[in-house]
Each structure stands twice: as structure tokens, then as C-alpha cells.
């Protein structure tokens, strides 16, 4: 076999494999649940580290409204840092292969969402409020479209 053939095939191997890595990324690996939700298959671990974030987020839903109704604006400010973007980075590589896209964008846009309660409460309570409400939508539209399953719970 002839250098030009072998980096030929090389080539293409490499491109079916980047293509095929792409659209995991896209698709992840969901199936259609009984309920019409996607239900995202994923490891026991990786499905417990994802409930485990959405538990926090909604502790700190909980927090951001106590926090407004004592119009405590610095703990608004460190509650909405913890789970906002900086909290991205825990995620493993090959968990987020298994999310479809519009999972991820949810995700991150919630992520970004608590960062712009963060900035809400140098405006006040109100303002507070307000960006919580509009991400809270985001938690509703996700609940509605997904579910997180094993493979031995499907």
C-alpha cells in the first residue's frame, strides 16, 4: 500500500469520525419516553451529578426569594454566583456528548440566567424578581421537554 493511499484512507477515517463526534454532540443520545418527553440516557453517576445541579438550582431559587424579601442584595449576589456559569466547568466531557443541543443551550442560558440575578440585585428586589421569573421559564421548559434515564431504566 502506497503512502498516498494510506493517508487517504486516514483522512477519511479522521473526517467520519470528527462527523460522527459532531453529531453526538447535536443529537446526544435520547430515546422517546412514554410521556413524549426526550428521555436522555445516561450513566447512573452522570444522571445523579445533572439532578444534583437541578436540586441547586432550585435551593437557590428558594434563596434569591428569601434573600429579596429581607432585600439582602450581597446574598443574592453569592447565591447566584454559585450556580451560575461558574459551575459549568464540573461537567465531564463525555456526559456532555449525551446531552441534545437544546438541553445544553437550556442549561447554559439557566447557568447564565442566575448570573444576571446576580447583576438584578444592584438594581434591587424587583429587578431581582423580574430575572428570576424569566429564568424560572427555562427550568419549566426543560422539565417539559427531557427526562433523565438509565440505561436500565428505559
Same mark, same amino acid.
Given at each position: 500500500?502506497?503512502?498516498?493511499?494510506?493517508?487517504?484512507?486516514?483522512?477519511?477515517?479522521?473526517?467520519?469520525?470528527?462527523?460522527?463526534?459532531?453529531?453526538? !454532540?447535536?443529537?446526544? $443520545? $435520547?430515546? $422517546?419516553?412514554?410521556?413524549?418527553?426526550?428521555?436522555?440516557?445516561?450513566?447512573?453517576?452522570?444522571?445523579?451529578?445533572?439532578?444534583? /445541579?437541578?436540586?441547586?438550582?432550585?435551593?437557590?431559587? +428558594?434563596?434569591?426569594? =428569601?434573600?429579596?424579601?429581607?432585600?439582602?442584595?450581597?446574598?443574592? %449576589?453569592? #447565591?447566584?454566583h454559585r450556580v451560575g456559569?461558574?459551575?459549568?466547568?464540573?461537567?465531564?466531557?463525555?456526559?456532555?456528548?449525551?446531552?441534545?443541543?437544546? !438541553? %445544553?443551550?437550556?442549561?447554559?442560558? #439557566?447557568? *447564565?440566567?442566575?448570573? *444576571?440575578?446576580?447583576?438584578?440585585? /444592584?438594581?434591587g428586589p424587583d429587578?431581582?424578581?423580574?430575572?428570576?421569573?424569566?429564568?424560572? =421559564?427555562?427550568?419549566?421548559?426543560?422539565? /417539559?421537554?427531557?427526562?433523565?434515564? $438509565?440505561?436500565? +431504566?428505559?
Open positions: 500500500m502506497n503512502a498516498k493511499l494510506l493517508a487517504i484512507i486516514a483522512i477519511v477515517l479522521w473526517a467520519g469520525s470528527a462527523a460522527f463526534v459532531g453529531f453526538k !454532540f447535536i443529537s446526544g $443520545t $435520547t430515546l $422517546t419516553a412514554t410521556d413524549g418527553r426526550a428521555a436522555i440516557v445516561l450513566e447512573h453517576a452522570e444522571r445523579d451529578f445533572i439532578l444534583t /445541579e437541578m436540586r441547586g438550582f432550585l435551593v437557590a431559587v +428558594q434563596e434569591v426569594i =428569601s434573600a429579596a424579601n429581607k432585600n439582602d442584595m450581597d446574598s443574592i %449576589k453569592k #447565591t447566584s456559569m461558574a459551575e459549568v466547568a464540573g461537567v465531564a466531557p463525555e456526559t456532555m456528548l449525551k446531552l441534545p443541543m437544546a !438541553f %445544553k443551550q437550556l442549561g447554559m442560558s #439557566t447557568h *447564565e440566567g442566575f448570573d *444576571e440575578i446576580g447583576l438584578a440585585a /444592584e438594581i429587578a431581582v424578581l423580574d430575572a428570576l421569573d424569566a429564568n424560572l =421559564s427555562k427550568c419549566i421548559a426543560c422539565h /417539559e421537554s427531557y427526562r433523565l434515564t $438509565t440505561a436500565d +431504566q428505559k
